[in-house]
């Protein structure tokens, strides 16, 4: 939920949706920098020599999931390969130097695929199972900082335990949240599989089962699709203080910080006579397992402060319910005071006209289980005044038209700025992960508005293990939260929103962010709008659960009109007003900070690497003494994450 106070009032959560828009940055194209860096870790021991129920050699199947890995990995991703098992025998003499029998076929590099499927075929599956020393040096392989993902697959325990592998990944990330492990049971029996979970689990991955060749060849894709869409924090460093006098002046662009549990940090933004501006803060949760409902609570304050640190009674607070979902938390706000005119008294309202303002953003409520500091990434945009609003008309909200053609497929991304790209009007298709949270990005020129919904199809298995929560959010460029529907999911095919045809947004104009149509305020800034889809991980996560086939279907209606004309720049040629390429311009020295400055002034639109996953999903509530799972369902408004 959001709370927001001005002027010295706290205004009730239901006018939460009130709120003015702040704007939009720009998306990072550099190749590969939307995929967390994963090593492959494949089980080449002698069991692999086997064969399966239906009679293939496990090797043989492994070699095929990894072909099918390579086809369908993204060009750019990073993926390297590790085996263990193919240097010695599995006899007792060759225990010692089995055990040690680690081999790094490929470096988590830009993927190679020719290379990476000669390595593969080229394995012959011979000694011990030494799944903590393969955790240890896939592991150092790993870039030292930002996510990194690890994927293994395993037709059985550690035959070289001690140490136990579940400890091997707790001393891994003993020192932060990056590494993600996980896990694959290849025709696994309960000792390796319970095994196989607590490795996954300790690091926030997920435990999938695969009994037989066609299921490895199946979700081996899957899973590593899962790890490569990891979300990594980005941006210039920067350190906020302690108080407004000794915090650090941030220009329009990105930034990262790191923040404590309920700490609170002080960052300064000038900004001239009759612009706004604009400051985001956002905290990416681990995903943990086990954390009580009634202890799962995570929130985020950010405070506005003028001239000599005058308290400008502009509050707000954005709260996670279920932060060990792996939810991304962002608190924002839109600061008009520069707009805003002198109120002519002797000394000047120190929270109106131009000057140097202060935000201050506060982790003051912590979820149990979370790490004491977590990385922060920072927004400051400001924007220019304008001369001229362009139409003030609220234009009714675009009707929802059932698409025809065939479907096109899409992928995902793990966050705003790698957002998968829906390039008009159609039908869309995904697989979603249970515990993924995707973004999806669709292009709105001044005048135009679209509505959606999305369908979740139908996946084998039914009770507790197969229960999660779907959900999906509607983001304005700003990464305002325009709408959000929600509900539970079984297996069976359903869709969202529940009670109404689409999600939809009103055309989109500059005026809407003062109109009396308090919900068509969000939808004032051309650019990038973002669908985000979730689905949550199963009540009862045992590894048997479904990724979830998804359509996405999408009308954008209405015809491009001229949009506003900032004073300091030409009418908009483009049709996406101050913003460019999906809300990024490059002023001053923020070019460094690679993230995108709201000017006006004609500059060319510069990529940012920030990005987050907004969890916007449902509150799962466990019933004391029942163990029932609860799904509440809320339209509107921020949501309680």
Partial sequence: MRLKRSAGVVMSAVLLCLLGTPVAFGQSEEPGSRYAPTMLVLDASGSMAEADADGVVKMDAAKQAVHAVVEAAPAGSRVGLAVYGTGTGNSDAERAKGCEDVLVLREPEPIEKSVMADAVDGLTPRGYTPIGKALRVAADRLPEQGPRAIVLVSDGEDTCAPPQPCEVVKELTADGIDLVVHTVGFAVEQQARSQLTCVAHTTGGTYTDAPDARTLEEILPRVTATALRNYEPAGVPIAGSQGYDSAPVAGPGQYLDTIGQRERRFYAVDVPEGATAYF???????????????????????????????????????????SSDGVALTVATTWQGAAEAETGSEQGDR?????????????????????????????????????????????????????????????????????GVLTGSGSYTDTVQRGEFLFYRVKLDWGQGLAYRVRFGQT?????????????????????????????????????????????????????????????????????????????????????????????????????????????????????????????????????????????????????????????????VAAAGTGLFFFLRRRGGPSAR
Avoid at 295 to 313: A, I, K, P, V
Avoid at 361 to 372: D, N, Y
């Fill in 351 to 419: 929270c109106k006209g131009g000057g140097r303002y202060y935000f201050a953003v506060e982790w003051s409520r912590v979820a149990s289980g979370v790490p004491e500091r977590l990385p922060m990434e920072l927004l400051v945009g400001v924007e220019a005044a304008v001369a001229d609003t362009g139409p003030t008309a609220v234009r009714p909200k675009v009707e929802f038209v059932e698409p025809t053609g065939p479907a096109v497929p899409v992928t995902g991304g793990g966050s705003f700025n790698v957002a």
């Fill in 460 to 620: 084998p298995g039914r009770g507790l293990p197969n229960l999660s929560n779907i959900s999906t959010t509607l983001y304005a460029p700003s990464r305002e939260q325009i709408d959000w529907d929600g509900t539970a999911y079984t297996g069976s095919a359903n869709a969202l929103p529940t009670h109404d045809p689409s999600i939809a947004t009103v055309p989109v104009r500059y005026n809407n962010r003062t109109a009396d149509e308090h919900s068509a305020r969000s939808q004032s800034v051309a650019g990038w709008y973002y669908i985000a889809v979730k689905v949550s991980p199963p009540h009862e996560d045992d590894g048997t659960a479904h990724p979830v086939p998804v359509h996405i279907e999408l009308t954008v209606g209405g015809e491009p009109e001229q949009g506003p004309r900032y004073r300091s720049g030409s009418p908009d040629s483009g049709g996406v007003g101050p913003f460019g390429d999906g809300g990024a311009r490059l002023g001053g020295d923020a070019g460094q900070a690679r993230a995108g400055v709201l000017t006006s002034s004609p500059t060319q639109a510069t990529p940012s690497m920030l990005g987050w996953v907004v969890a916007a999903g449902l509150t799962g």
């Fill in 280 to 322: 985001s803060a956002t905290v990416s949760f681990p995903r943990l397992s086990g954390i009580s409902v009634t202890e799962d609570f995570s929130s985020l304050q950010l405070r506005t402060y003028g001239t000599d640190g005058e308290d400008c009674h502009e509050f707000e607070t954005e709260q996670a319910t279920r």
